[in-house]
């Protein structure tokens, strides 16, 4: 398992952006799939966006193509996500996770962050 540490939410207006940021312990960085995910409370789980190891492939949940990007810099050990346009309903804790195949769904995640809480006010 890798170690993750998420950063960077915050409260912003609806229309505002964001950058949320998550690095990895471990030397094998980019060896490891990487997914966003979101909690809004009362809700389960849901996948938001995931990208390859070597960052070629990204994938995304409809709700948010358009308005989101992942990407990651391996050198640093680090996965971003780029919010633009944010709306109320992206209200969430936002986690990051990690496994070695990339996938859309919690459960194909074995490694996970403690959360980042993201406020969208009308």
């Known amino acids: 398992q890798v170690r993750l540490v998420e950063s960077g939410g915050g409260l912003v207006q609806a229309g505002g952006s964001l950058r949320l940021s998550c690095t990895a312990s471990?030397?094998?960085?980019?060896?490891?799939?990487m997914g966003w995910f979101r909690q809004a409370p009362g809700k389960e789980r849901e996948f938001v966006a995931a990208?390859?190891?070597?960052?070629?492939?990204?994938y995304y949940a409809d709700s948010v193509k358009g308005r989101f990007t992942i990407s990651r810099d391996n050198g640093k050990r680090t996965v971003y996500l780029q919010m633009n346009s944010l709306k109320p309903e992206d209200t969430a804790v936002y986690y990051c996770?990690?496994?070695?195949?990339?996938?859309?769904?919690?459960?194909?995640?074995?490694?996970w962050g403690q959360g980042t809480q993201v406020t969208v006010s009308s």
């Open positions: 996770a990690a496994d070695i195949l990339v996938g859309t769904r919690a459960a194909d995640f074995g490694s």
């Open positions: 990208i390859s190891g070597g960052g070629l492939s990204t």
């Open positions: 471990g030397r094998t960085f980019s060896s490891y799939a």
